[in-house]
């Protein structure tokens, strides 16, 4: 089965920069797609960043982008079986428990909303304070 485990969240102060990864295993297709989440409490899961396996097509969430656009990066290692997410200038609004989630693709399917992914991982708590 699909395996995903983030780490590297913390304490963090604002404007410093922290790299979450994402180990993945179990695939049984070349074609998914692995995404970056985060939530507040009382808040809903939104969608920041994507990357796909087969060709690491990365694109952002197309209306939540904004309050992490320029800041936010996504990228991946094939060899290391990971994805990351490299975060920087951060700002306390970015505390959150950030997750990684997958999900098969097929074709120019692009998916960025939290009900398309199948598999995530367990999180990992990010805070952002002085």
């Known amino acids: 089965q699909v395996q995903l485990v983030e780490s590297g969240g913390g304490l963090v102060q604002p404007g410093g920069s922290l790299r979450l990864s994402c180990a993945a295993s179990?695939?049984?297709?070349?074609?998914?797609?692995i995404g970056w989440f985060r939530q507040v409490p009382g808040k809903e899961r939104e969608g920041l960043l994507y990357?796909?396996?087969?060709?690491?097509?990365?694109?952002?969430?197309?209306y939540r982008a904004d309050p992490v656009k320029g800041r936010f990066t996504i990228s991946r290692d094939n060899a290391k079986n990971t994805v990351y997410l490299q975060m920087t200038s951060l700002k306390p609004e970015d505390t959150a428990v950030y997750y990684c989630?997958?999900?098969?693709?097929?074709?120019?399917?692009?998916?960025?909303?939290?009900?398309?992914?199948?598999?995530w991982g367990q999180g990992t708590q990010v805070t952002v304070s002085s």
């Open positions: 179990g695939f049984t297709s070349d074609y998914y797609t």
């Open positions: 989630a997958a999900t098969y693709y097929s074709g120019e399917f692009y998916y960025s909303e939290e009900y398309e992914y199948d598999y």
């Open positions: 990357i796909r396996s087969s060709d690491s097509d990365a694109y952002e969430n197309p």
